[in-house]
């Protein structure tokens, strides 16, 4: 099922060319029925009025369960095969874990592995939200694909998150007969704070077991705006026709809002550590520890906050001559996988995941 016509997919392709963004080779990827420039597209648009109304109508300040508990969220299962999901509890360093297993039902030889990490914020997010992407990744790449349910802030703070991540990746590398993978054919993914949580295991992955990343809208710098010491941020730097304006902005000041906060009020580090730690914003690396990463893909939208900071990560790892990919989805904002079946940019980069899978 999908609100769409399946032929947006493939005119997302025909419409996608490279631009050099301030020394960035770039592949924008338009808005597939509208062929202006800086425009939302409009069904995103239609979701983001509706999730407007939404917010207007909850009460002021910041709520974990409102953030935990999204039936907002809808998705639709685009698979045509049967892909078969096992749920099974992994032991990591002294606890266990909930991961979720998904596999392609006729397999021929031994499969790449793709890891995905689950964005909210480090306070959120769970398999309910995701179980539509994974079986499509799963079947569109025949890949093995492992979902973790990582400790959430915050009940646990940093590094919880990364260890369980890491630990994912031991339990996988532990089990390549019984998952019937191959261990040379491994890359992880995650979207928003699962992409903080890729750039913190890659950065840490002495033994590269990782062979490529792909982040989805990832948080690479988590200081806030009045400490920003890199580059620049501006909402001069989201062009956009005047009126979608106060409908583009808002949905950047979400995010804005959300993963920004002061490091002492922080949720996901509670002091154990601070905002300019490479592990945490991976943009304080040196350039020894970027030239260290495995190949890496950054998907982003041109109406998120994290943007900005996206594009001078994709520049830092261009600077040491890294093998980086940036794509960037016009007419979308922060987190439009979770609408997959509901924009085509969704499953469309559900493709491109499955694409990277194939080159391992």
Not at 50 to 69: D, M, N, Q
Not at 203 to 216: G, L, Q, S, Y
């Amino acid at each position: 099922m999908r609100d769409y016509d399946v032929s947006l997919i493939e005119k997302i392709r025909e419409k996608q060319y490279f631009k050099n963004v301030d020394g960035l080779n770039v592949l924008i990827k338009r808005v597939p029925d509208d062929d202006r420039d800086n425009v939302l597209d409009p069904r995103v648009r239609r979701i983001a009025e509706k999730k407007k109304k939404r917010i207007s109508g909850l009460k002021k300040g910041y709520s974990l369960a409102s953030e935990r508990f999204r039936p907002d969220k809808i998705c639709y299962d685009l698979t045509a095969t049967e892909i078969s999901v096992e749920e099974r509890l992994i032991p990591v360093a002294n606890h266990m874990i909930d991961i979720f297993i998904y596999r392609p039902r006729e397999t021929e030889g031994k499969l790449p592995l793709v890891i995905f990490y689950h964005g909210g914020g480090f306070t959120a997010g769970d398999m309910k939200l995701y179980v539509n992407q994974m079986k499509l990744i799963c079947e569109l790449s025949n890949a093995v694909v492992i979902f973790p349910e990582y400790r959430l802030a915050p009940e646990n703070p940093f590094p919880a998150q990364i260890v369980d991540a890491e630990g994912t990746i031991s339990w996988a590398l532990k089990n390549v007969d019984y998952l019937n993978i191959d261990p040379e054919k491994l890359m992880i993914c995650g979207d928003s704070a699962g992409g903080s949580i890729v750039n913190s295991v890659i950065i840490r992955d002495t033994e590269k077991h990782v062979k490529k990343a792909f982040e989805i809208y990832p948080g690479v710098d988590s200081t806030t705006l009045e400490h920003l010491e890199l580059y620049q941020w501006s909402y001069d730097m989201y062009p956009v026709i005047e009126e979608q304006k106060e409908l583009a902005f808002s949905r950047i000041d979400k995010i804005w809002k959300v993963s920004h906060g002061s490091e002492k009020d922080s949720l996901y580090l509670q002091g154990r550590t601070r905002y300019n730690n490479p592990e945490v914003s991976i943009v304080y690396a040196t350039d020894d520890q970027l030239k260290q990463l495995p190949p890496i893909v950054i998907a982003y939208s041109e109406y998120d906050f994290l943007r900005v900071s996206d594009e001078y990560f994709a520049r830092r790892l261009t600077g040491v001559n890294h093998d980086v990919k940036a794509i960037m989805y016009c007419g979308c904002d922060h987190g439009f996988l979770d609408c997959l079946g509901l924009v085509p940019q969704a499953e469309e980069l559900c493709h491109v995941i499955a694409e990277e899978v194939s080159t391992l």
